[in-house]
């Protein structure tokens, strides 16, 4: 199968302003369906593409459905640049609402998954507790990018750059981000400037930079050893619902610090309700209404 015609489409992906992990996705998800539909033999030719090989994907394609939902418009988004067509309205299909598994922990469970953390795990914790980092964002983290007591955040966004930000670094990262250097120091390091880094598989006494797949297997053994369920996100929402409730943190400060453009998408994916607030609220209810009784 000739690439020449996904090279293209990405090429003008990257003069519209994608950043170049975006690219690197579109690339890897629009050839791995290509091959399916020509290992089945199907046509890959954008021109030839039907409804027809669409309902095949759909059907045979493993993954959750929002998944599958997502990888099939990258499919038609490289169809409709090199065709005009719309190859999933022509196909409408018709998905369930998502249904996204919202993993949560609270103060203390975090404090038992610090407990149990190497240094590098530790770094990432407090990053993602304290300062509501994403993944991609803890492991962009360059050592520059920390000066005068902020740090400079490279965010989800459009630009080779993403949404760039600076962040106040509170106290409790800096004094983790001291005794990480430290820790570090105890290896030779790999001279790439980032701050998380971890020994080299074949050379444990070299530090390379950390990569997505290993933060997630690094919560995943830490979810195995301590029995509580984290990821990335769940830090995130713990850094949020924390700051709303126990903090008292407004709403425009806390979409501003999370990162959000709009409200609704930090309380609607990152604030957990809490049945003690909501037994109080109805109880407080009910001594107003008594007490403006007739």
Same mark, same amino acid.
């Given at each position: ?19 170049? *992990? ?123 990018? !920390? ?47 980032? !701050? ?94 008594? *007490?403006?009784?007739?």
């Amino acid at each position: 199968m000739d690439y020449t015609l996904v090279e293209e489409w990405l090429i003008e992906l990257e003069q519209t302003g994608r950043k170049s *992990s975006t690219i690197q996705r579109y690339r890897w998800t629009v050839c791995k369906m290509l091959r399916t539909l020509e290992e089945n033999g199907r046509p890959t030719d954008p021109d030839k593409i039907t409804r027809d090989d669409i309902m095949f994907l759909n059907n045979t394609y493993g993954g959750k459905e929002h998944v599958i939902k997502m990888d099939l418009a990258m499919l038609s988004r490289y169809v409709k640049y090199h065709t005009g067509r719309n190859i999933i309205k022509e196909t409408n299909i018709l998905y369930n609402s998502p249904q996204y598994e919202r993993i949560w922990i609270d103060a203390e469970q975090f404090w038992r998954l610090y407990t149990e953390a190497d240094p590098s795990a530790r770094m990432m914790l407090v990053l993602g507790a304290f300062m509501g980092l994403r993944r991609s964002e803890i492991i962009d983290i360059r050592d520059n990018d !920390l000066k005068d007591g902020c740090m400079t955040v490279r965010g989800k966004g459009h630009g080779k750059n993403g949404k760039v930000v600076s962040m106040h670094i509170p106290k409790i990262v800096e004094e983790e981000i001291v005794r990480y250097r430290q820790w570090k120091k105890g290896f030779e390091s790999s001279g790439d400037g980032h !701050l998380l880094q971890i020994p080299n598989q074949k050379n444990k006494g070299r530090l390379t930079r950390i990569s997505r797949m290993t933060v997630s297997k690094r919560f995943l053994d830490l979810s195995k050893s301590t029995g509580i369920h984290v990821t990335c996100h769940s830090l995130r929402r713990l850094f949020a619902t924390t700051l709303y409730f126990d903090i008292g943190c407004d709403e425009l400060t806390l979409k501003t610090l999370m990162r959000h453009e709009q409200v609704a998408t930090t309380f609607q994916c990152y604030i957990l309700p809490r049945e003690q607030k909501t037994v109080e609220s109805m109880d407080r209810l009910s001594s107003y209404m008594e *007490s403006v009784k007739i």
